[in-house]
């Protein structure tokens, strides 16, 4: 079945480090989206990517969707970049958006 | 503008009750989701609305849920009866686009706690 894959599952950093989140798709995408989960529960929006690269400040994601992954980086982080984050697709031809089971983010201070 | 707006943001209840959660999407916004959260299946989407109506409810558990559209700014996901296994965060979301192709803004979520 349609699957979308995050790595790593969990990533602890010292502030400022820097990091690669990864997504893999199983199918073609009309969409793709990165959201952040914040320690309190509320899901933001980071990026609207189904192929190329976007950057917003510190963070920039990537999607090569001929080879079906998306990456996000984060640069210089904070802790309040702590949360966890996922990767949504919405696969051509259908409706349904499925979301990874995200990576959960640890950032030291 | 407000944002996606759901009430209540806190539900306890019994099992056997019935439940209505509630959903006010961003003004102008064509597509409607709602998704439940829980640690062991992770976040799905249950029903997908276009223009209020409903386009793919493949996600809905089990007939005790249901979910309604009648207006442009307003949507119910009703659960009756409620049982223990039920107890979730339920989102709703809303995009601008259609067939669910382009950004989406979720609300805060109702934390469901069936006893």
């Known amino acids: 079945g349609i699957q979308v894959e995050q790595s790593p599952p969990d990533l602890i950093l010292q502030e400022g480090a820097n990091s690669t989140l990864r997504c893999n798709f199983s199918?073609?995408?009309?969409?793709l989206q990165w959201f952040h989960q914040n320690p309190w529960g509320q899901l933001i929006n980071l990026f609207y990517i189904p192929s190329g690269t976007k950057q917003n400040g510190r963070l920039s994601a990537t999607t090569v969707a001929t080879e079906r992954y998306s990456l996000l980086y984060i640069s210089s982080s904070q802790t309040t970049d702590s949360g966890v984050y996922f990767c949504a697709a919405g696969f051509t031809g259908g409706f349904k958006t499925i979301f990874g089971a995200g990576t959960r983010l640890f950032v030291k201070a | 503008d407000a944002g996606v707006i759901q009430s209540p943001r806190h539900e306890v209840t019994e099992m056997g009750q019935e439940v209505t959660l509630r959903c006010k999407p961003i003004s102008g916004h064509n597509s409607l989701f709602w998704y439940r959260q829980t640690m062991m299946r992770g976040l799905e989407l249950l029903i997908y609305?276009?223009?209020?109506?409903?386009?793919?409810d493949s996600g809905m558990p089990e007939d005790r849920f249901s979910a309604k559209m009648p207006n442009a700014s307003f949507s119910t996901l009703k659960i009756q009866p409620s049982e223990p296994r039920d107890s979730a965060v339920y989102f709703c979301?809303?995009?601008?686009?259609?067939?669910?192709?382009?950004?989406?803004?979720f609300g805060p979520g109702t934390r469901l706690t069936v006893l």
């Open positions: 609305f276009n223009n209020n109506v409903p386009i793919d």
């Open positions: 199918d073609s995408v009309n969409n």
């Open positions: 979301a809303s995009s601008p686009g259609i067939r669910g192709a382009d950004t989406q803004y």
